[in-house]
């Protein structure tokens, strides 16, 4: 949990932290990838709205309806292509092929962003990824489904084992959001630990690393990504 998606993560599954928080790219119409990747990321960065208004207006329709079909309990992402920055170049990676041969022979080639197909459930494509359109996240801004899973079998009195500290979990709620497109994306739970070194209560996030503890049956449950996890 916690480490940064990467070429090796083509074809796994994943959630964005923030639905919303997305940009979108016409590959046929779009002839400079690094002007068009610098302008709207400028323009994200200029406006807490931007991302929003893109997708109204691109679907003609407002938020709530543009999502109205999809549930935080079983969406979830396909990760089928990157944005990545090597020599000085933008290019978008959508083959297998390709991403093994970045991986190979231009290994410090930057992921810049991390494009996806959005599931309703194990089997139904989601309706507006049919457009042709790429639906772009920067890399943080994703986590792989592997550790949502973890993250939701956290359970109060567990302890959560961090690189050098430890966590007792606290309170576990489970958070009805209606418009959860617009806030956490990721997951309907809520976890606050108290921490073993300050005695403080903070809520657990999925950047930070950890190793799961349940003490009731004396079972830890460990992300295949953890072992070599670093905070983003």
Same mark, same amino acid.
């Given at each position: ?98 991403? !093994? ?22 089997? !139904? ?26 993250? !939701? ?80």
């Amino acid at each position: 949990m916690g480490e940064r998606i990467g070429l090796g993560d083509f074809g796994k599954l994943a959630r964005p932290k923030t639905l919303t928080d997305v940009f979108l790219l016409n590959p046929s119409a779009t002839p400079d990838l690094e002007d068009w990747w610098i302008e709207n990321r400028k323009l994200s960065y200029s406006s807490t709205t931007f991302n929003k208004d893109m997708l109204a207006g691109t679907y003609g329709m407002n938020l709530d309806v543009l999502f109205s079909d999809l549930s935080i309990d079983s969406y979830h992402c396909q990760i089928t292509s990157f944005l990545v920055l090597v020599s000085s170049e933008y290019k978008l990676l959508t083959t297998l092929e390709q991403i !093994e041969f970045y991986k190979t022979r231009k290994p410090k080639a930057k992921v810049k962003a991390v494009g996806v197909t959005i599931f309703k459930n194990s089997q !139904e494509v989601w309706n507006p990824n049919d457009s042709g359109l790429v639906w772009l996240f920067r890399p943080r801004c994703l986590v792989r489904l592997e550790d949502v899973k973890l993250f !939701e079998e956290v359970e109060t009195g567990d302890v959560l084992q961090f690189q050098k500290t430890n966590g007792m979990v606290m309170r576990v709620l489970k958070v009805r959001r209606k418009r959860f497109y617009l806030s956490t994306s990721w997951t309907n739970r809520s976890i606050t630990y108290l921490t073993g070194t300050t005695g403080k209560l903070l809520q657990l996030n999925p950047d930070r690393p950890f190793k799961l503890i349940k003490l009731s049956s004396s079972q830890s449950s460990t992300p295949p990504s953890s072992s070599s996890s670093s905070s983003t």
